[in-house]
């Protein structure tokens, strides 16, 4: 029964996810992790290797990550939908591994199944599985779910495999996005519900000794999180993705924080529209929704923790919901983005394990309960496969899928210059202008953004128009030699040999 739920599983999500074999890359950090990376499109080599291991990549450092886009190149080139189905074949692999995971520790194969649906289908996660970049979100939950696997095993036979197992596969997870630093959180979760290996029954010093015995087990795997942590915040500071506090101040962090704890909830029931930024903005209305969202997360705390015995599993999926969006909550702000639907990829099981579970409990004593739940969870499953195929047809190409984003946030200007270097390479030049003097209308302090306009604009001869949007640069940017070589180009004497404006 298992295996053939297991086989129904990945057929849903093939059925949902099929269409991204016919989805190329996007403008949206697809060129900086695969098609315009001259390390990874090399394939595997010993020159990508010492890279890989070596140097950050995407504000980041994880390096199995960037060699797996390396072996897809090594033996796809740049085929954009086989790199599509690698994805899809990891986030199939972690549906089943949430199955068979939940149902060894639990026993329960209805609400195991109905936790894994969820997780496959859901359409929050399309980010995570329809962009090649997000490679590192699929690639790093597969052994985040394989250590705790191997957690389980080890709480139910101790030994040095299954424990050293179990740190291994944290440690690569780490080496594929430093997102899962909070895997031992949760393994102290799971020795509470479902193993039971505290029993807060047995008197209190049994019950001392056991937690004692359990945390110290884990001294390992929090030593591996810190330095992960250390090395992430390190790389992060030194790229310059670690956002300026002064643009970002502590306080609207946190409160954007607690917004968003609420607002992960508020998509997870009703997702759409769904967007690829979603831009961090200080207001006055972000501060009293912070007030009414720490309210609301106070409220949900106090019940599922008064529940902690009745219902257990309440408690634990609420805290591997909080406990697991900590890194990328946005109290350290990394980017510009005030939510992002990959930040849910991991979380949302803990809400769908409560979900499943209270369901469950809920429904006792229901007339016709079987069929009820039967009809009900086949009604959510249609919807979500929908829902999800319709996200995923926005994934086709970096028109379609920057246009949606502009759906969700019009007056953001990166979608804007990045929709206007898109148009560029195509030809389309009079929508390139349109869009990238949207963007430095829009961001008046973007050196970047000015640069590109001028290597429009020297393009269709405005060469006056250029030199005003290179000198503009210059000043907001000093150090940008791109602009300082544009600037030169467009001044140089007509009979003087020259090159082509860059980026």
């Known amino acids: ?41 090399k394939g595997l080599t010993a020159e990508g290797i010492a890279w890989a291991l070596t140097s950050p990549h995407g504000a980041n450092w994880h390096p199995l990550t960037s ?40 026993g329960a194969m209805g609400r195991s199944a109905f936790v894994a649906a969820l997780f496959a289908l859901h ?11 997000e490679r590192k979100d699929v690639l790093s939950t597969l052994f985040w779910l394989g250590a705790i696997g191997a957690h389980v095993r080890h709480a139910r036979r101790p030994g040095a495999v299954s424990y050293g197992a179990t740190l291994a596969l944290f440690a690569a997870g780490l080496l594929s996005k430093p997102m899962v630093v909070t895997l ?8 509470f519900w479902p193993l039971g290996r505290v029993d807060f029954t047995a008197g209190r010093r049994a019950t001392l ?17 810190l330095a992960s942590s250390i090395v992430t915040v390190r790389v992060q500071t030194a790229s310059g993705a670690i956002a300026p506090s002064i643009d970002y101040p502590l306080d609207a962090r946190v409160a954007n924080a607690l917004v968003s704890y609420v607002g992960y909830i508020g998509k997870t029931i009703w997702p759409f529209p769904m967007g690829i930024m979603v831009p961090f903005e200080i207001d006055r209305s972000l501060y009293w929704k912070a007030a009414a969202s720490l309210l ?8 599922a923790f008064r529940a902690r015995r009745r219902a257990p599993y309440l408690l634990f999926g609420w805290l591997w919901y909080l406990g697991t969006l900590v890194p990328v909550i946005g109290v350290v702000q990394v980017g510009n983005q005030a939510m992002a639907d990959r930040y849910t990829y991991i979380p949302l099981i803990g809400l769908f394990v409560a979900v499943s579970w209270g369901i469950a409990d809920l429904s006792r004593g229901v007339a016709g309960r079987e069929r009820v739940l039967a009809v009900s969870a086949a009604a959510l499953v249609a919807a979500m496969t929908a829902g999800t195929r319709y996200q995923v047809s926005f994934w086709r190409d970096s028109e379609a899928l920057l246009k949606q984003g502009l759906v969700v946030a019009p007056n953001f200007p990166g979608l804007h210059y990045h929709l206007g270097v898109f148009y560029d390479g195509e030809g389309r030049l009079a929508e390139a202008r349109r869009e990238l003097e949207t963007a430095v209308r829009l961001a008046p302090t973007s050196a970047v953004a000015f640069n590109s306009l001028g290597v429009l604009l020297t393009r269709t001869g405005d060469l006056e128009g250029a030199r005003a949007c290179f000198t503009r640069a210059l000043r907001l940017d000093p150090k940008l030699d791109v602009a300082r070589r544009n600037l030169a180009e467009v001044l ?8 082509p404006p860059a980026r």
Do not use: Q
Not at 123 to 133: Q, R, T
């Open 1 to 41: 029964m298992a295996a053939s739920i297991g086989v129904a599983l990945v057929a849903l999500t093939a059925m949902a996810y099929g269409n991204v074999a016919r989805s190329g890359f996007v403008a949206w950090d697809d060129d900086l992790y695969v098609y315009a990376n001259p390390v990874v499109t």
């Open 67 to 106: 060699l797996s886009h390396m072996i897809d190149c090594e033996l796809f080139g740049l085929s954009a939908g086989m790199h599509h189905l690698v994805n899809l074949a990891l986030h199939s692999a972690n549906v089943l591994l949430v199955f068979f995971v939940l149902l060894g520790m639990t």
């Open 123 to 133: 359409p929050l996660h399309v980010e995570s599985v329809a962009w090649v970049s």
């Open 184 to 191: 031992p959180l949760v393994l102290l979760l799971l020795d």
């Open 209 to 225: 000794r056991a937690v004692g015995r359990v945390v110290a087990e884990k001294i390992p795997f929090f030593a591996l999180s």
């Open 296 to 303: 609301i997360l106070a409220g949900l705390t106090a019940i």
């Open 492 to 499: 140089r004497p007509a009979d003087a040999p020259g090159g």
